[in-house]
């Protein structure tokens, strides 16, 4: 340890050295230094202390693991603000963003425009339908209204080979020229509230709309960018559960695809969908000449592919040691 007098032989060395070697000098008494205090500190930790740690530490480690997801579970649902509204639980979000070219001959991705269209589509005539959203819902909130067809929008063009393609795209047709019955039964009116969140009236989900100009180099005018967002409380299984919203939304928005049946005349399943308010609805599914499960509709069919999957797979009551691994079907 440095004592009182050589602390203060060191201040008077350090006055009598000369301005070039000053440099040397604190340097040389700055490790003398701290290699003092060092020494000292080790020599004030008992051994046990050392041997106590390295053993609890691993055990403090794992514990920490297993109870952080807890308290951070806590921290979320006690502090989380959502929509400036404290208190309230953290939500789980899917954005689908497209941008869209104001001029023709400009070729731009349209997946998302068509996946846009395929939520937009179930919510606004399936769900709202079934159970229409509260009257104060859209007094309160200003709305957007498009007249749209959503395999055929003028925005994208949709290429020949694509499965959505059906005849000209809409976009090619000059205002003053009629539309074919085709093309004026794919016509969907679309209503949304605009930025604002509104309930699809389906397993507590939620959906936001958004259009804003989009300045890109190069281009004089403006796009558009358009955002369509999904959310969901952050509960266990929230994203799976948007995941399948979302893939459900497509399967509805596929059945109604056009496609040959149009000409050769379309063959149609109803499924007795449930009853609301004196009304009975039917599930309504286009029939494809291709043969498979998909066209197929039998009151057992969830059930008969469940149990096809279990003995691929041998799980459930095939996973048994001993049960006969055999599957047979009387038709």
């Avoid at 009182?4 to 070039?20: E, M, P, R, W």
């Avoid at 149009?262 to 007795?272: I, K, N, P, T, V």
């Amino acid at each position: 340890m440095t004592s009182a007098g050589n602390a203060s032989d060191t201040v008077a060395a350090l006055f009598t050295a000369s301005f070039l070697h000053i440099p040397e000098f604190l340097g040389h008494h700055a490790v003398q230094y701290l290699s003092n205090q060092m020494d000292s500190f080790a020599q004030s930790i008992p051994v046990s202390f050392v041997y106590v740690l390295l053993i609890t530490a691993p055990l403090f480690i794992g514990l920490l693991r297993v109870v952080w997801p807890l308290l951070e579970s806590c921290i979320l649902s006690s502090s989380a603000s959502v929509g400036g509204i404290p208190g309230r639980l953290s939500y789980i979000q899917r954005n689908i963003i497209v941008q869209l070219s104001p001029l023709f001959f400009v070729d731009v991705p349209n997946y998302n425009v068509l996946l846009q269209n395929a939520v937009m589509v179930y919510v606004c005539h399936h769900l709202w339908r079934q159970t229409p959203l509260p009257s104060r819902l859209h007094c309160s909130r200003a709305q957007t209204v498009d007249l749209v067809d959503p395999y055929r929008t003028w925005q994208a063009n949709v290429k020949p080979h694509l499965p959505f393609y059906a005849g000209t795209p809409l976009r090619y047709h000059w205002s003053q020229e009629e539309f074919t019955k085709n093309e004026l039964d794919r016509l969907r009116l679309l209503k949304l509230p605009i930025n604002s969140w509104a309930p699809v009236m389906a397993e507590e989900l939620e959906i936001y709309f958004h259009e804003e100009p989009l300045t890109l180099a190069n281009y004089s005018s403006n796009w558009t960018r358009r955002t369509l967002s999904l959310r969901c409380p952050a509960t266990p299984g929230a994203a799976a559960r948007l995941d399948a919203f979302v893939q459900r939304a497509l399967e509805v928005f596929a059945e109604g695809a056009p496609g040959k049946e149009e000409d050769d005349g379309a063959r149609w399943f109803f499924a007795y969908g449930g009853e609301s308010d004196d009304k009975v609805y039917f599930n309504q599914y286009v029939l494809r000449s291709n043969k498979g499960f998909d066209t197929l509709f039998f009151p057992q069919r969830d059930a008969t592919l469940t149990l096809v999957d279990q003995f691929a797979q041998r799980r459930g009551r095939f996973a048994v040691e001993g049960f006969p691994q055999r599957l047979g079907f009387l038709v």
